[in-house]
């Protein structure tokens, strides 16, 4: 994995699809397997102690980049649901609304968007989740009815997939962090060549 930075207490990782974080030691939050992009780690146990405390205490940005099925009409939006794990399938995350009967013990979990662009049966969004749970986004825009593209665990029966797309197409691009050092920084991984070359044979 390509190293965006490095010190004494954090080295900060683009990571390709593929890797599995949680085989990773001391990382900070998760990314999914086919998931890519800024994957925090820490060098010693103060110092993840200390960065997983501001993403508990929901104080890190974090940005996606992720290609949605179908038309998005709003240019932004908010999802706010209850989070847990789906009855009919152990291996997904379903959002449950306040009053439904099964709701109880989830948890609260809200997903910003806004569109950067469309494409005809595709949308692509600017995705900042304000809550870190597990398959979070994946979760939310399939429940607004617009699955990640290439999600294979997500998407809708014979859904569209651009040519080209062997993953879902979700990107970790920018987290905004204070380090150990006291110090507030960015990070940015820019879009991966696989998903480049998806949106450009889209634009064509």
Same mark, same amino acid.
């Given at each position: ?67 949605? &099925? ?10 706010? #649901? *209850? $989070?847990?794990?789906? %009855? +009919?399938?152990? /291996? !997904? ?17 809200? &997903? ?10 595709? #949308? *692509? $969004?600017?995705?900042? %989740? +304000?809550?870190? /749970? !597990? ?40 987290? !905004? ?28």
């Amino acid at each position: 994995m390509d190293v965006i930075y490095e010190d004494e207490n954090v080295l900060v990782f683009d990571k390709p699809p593929g890797v599995i974080s949680d085989n990773i030691p001391l990382r900070v939050h998760r990314l999914d397997k086919d998931t890519s992009g800024v994957l925090l780690v820490a060098k010693n146990e103060k110092s993840l102690k200390f960065l997983q405390e501001q993403f508990k205490e929901r104080r890190v940005e974090k940005k996606y980049i992720s290609l949605a &099925t179908g038309d998005i009409k709003t240019g932004a939006g908010i999802i706010e #649901t *209850l $989070l847990g794990r789906s %009855p +009919k399938d152990k /291996r !997904k995350q379903r959002a449950f609304l306040a009053q439904e009967p099964r709701a109880e013990n989830k948890r609260a979990a809200v &997903t910003e968007y806004k569109v950067i662009e469309r494409f005809p049966a595709f #949308t *692509l $969004l600017e995705v900042t %989740p +304000k809550t870190g /749970r !597990k398959h979070q986004i994946r979760a939310h825009l399939a429940h607004i009815g617009h699955p990640i593209a290439g999600d294979k665990l997500y998407g809708f029966k014979n859904q569209p997939c651009p040519a080209g797309l062997k993953r879902q197409f979700l990107h970790a691009n920018y987290i !905004k962090i204070t380090l150990p050092s006291g110090e507030i920084k960015e990070f940015i991984s820019p879009l991966p060549k696989d998903l480049k070359l998806v949106l450009s044979s889209l634009a064509h």
